[in-house]
């Protein structure tokens, strides 16, 4: 199977996926959550926090990763700041599917700390120039050597 033909079949498998999720959310819509006060105040702090920064430009998968969930738990406190029931012992909020979704996902593959870039001067001393490099070097399972 081609490349082209791998990824068209990941396009269909993508669009079933979103059908299943349609079904699912047709049968849940919102899903009512308790939250103990201290994560229910750090969602809603991560909400009020202001990051006018600009981008962050290039990303690694790992801090692309650890970016969008912040974003979801933000959204996770403006439900809270929004519509929460602030009990003695417990936060009560009606979440979307999609938020509630996205904590369990965080839940169940928490997220490491990405390594900070290499500066300049350490990738070179730890990288011979690619014209050095013998195909062996570069991968040895490859035949070209790439």
Known sequence: MSRAEQYARYQEDARTLAAIGACVETRTGRVIVRLPHPLAEAAVAAWQRDETDEAPGPESRQEYALRDQAAELALIGLALADRGHWGTEKVVVD??????AAAVRASRRPP?????PAREDERAAQSPPDDQH?????NPHSPSGD
Do not use: F, I, N, Q
Request: net charge neutral; hydrophobic share 20%; charged share 40%.
């Open 95 to 100: 979440l979307d599917t999609a938020s509630a």
């Open 112 to 116: 490491r700390t990405p390594k900070p």
């Open 134 to 138: 013998t195909p062996d070097e570069r």
